[in-house]
């Protein structure tokens, strides 16, 4: 009972020890969200579930070239555009430039990416079912979206695969 223990030390370095664990889940949640959820035992229902967060962006007027190189050095297939002289958010993908530069045959250190990016971006908020999300990427004919915040911030993308990985994995969510 008279022992030298600190206790206010050892409840520190507790606290210290929780602290890493929740930053180093919330990071493999970010890299892997289907894993993570596996792990942890949730089912996901929404977009904000599964989207990987922290989404990549350039600004408009940004060469296609510089966001190729930025794509590649991330390996990200795609990169949100922010407004430019439209005023609108937009996305360009590997598609984009598949079909905008490389087959007709520009240039990309001379085009600025907001001459490509896709508009009207397709939007959905972080609360959107999986389900609502599928069938606006169906009709929408789009591969991706962008979970915009409250604010028309763009806090994410969910993509088909991020969807049907989930749907493999849990089955359809109720």
Request: aromatic fraction near 2%; charged fraction near 30%; charge should be negative.
């Amino acid at each position: 009972m008279r022992g030298k223990i600190d206790v206010a030390k050892i409840r520190r370095e507790r606290e210290e020890a929780v602290e890493r664990e929740r930053k180093a889940r919330e990071q493999r949640r970010v890299v892997a969200p289907l894993e993570e959820m596996i792990a942890s035992g949730r089912t996901p229902h929404t977009v904000g579930d599964l989207m990987n967060p922290n989404p990549v962006t350039v600004p408009a007027e940004t060469s296609v070239e510089d966001a190729m190189h930025l794509m590649r050095e991330k390996r990200i297939s795609s990169v949100i555009t922010e407004p430019g002289t439209e005023g609108e958010w937009g996305i360009m993908t590997q598609r984009d430039v598949l079909s905008r530069i490389v087959s007709k045959n520009r240039t990309p250190s001379t085009v600025q990416v907001e001459e490509i990016a896709s508009r009207p971006l397709v939007t959905t908020p972080v609360d959107t079912s999986l389900h609502d999300c599928a069938e606006i990427m169906s009709e929408s004919n789009i591969r991706r979206m962008v979970v915009m915040d409250n604010n028309n911030k763009p806090v994410g993308i969910i993509s088909d695969t991020d969807i049907f990985a989930s749907v493999e994995q849990f089955g359809l969510p109720e």
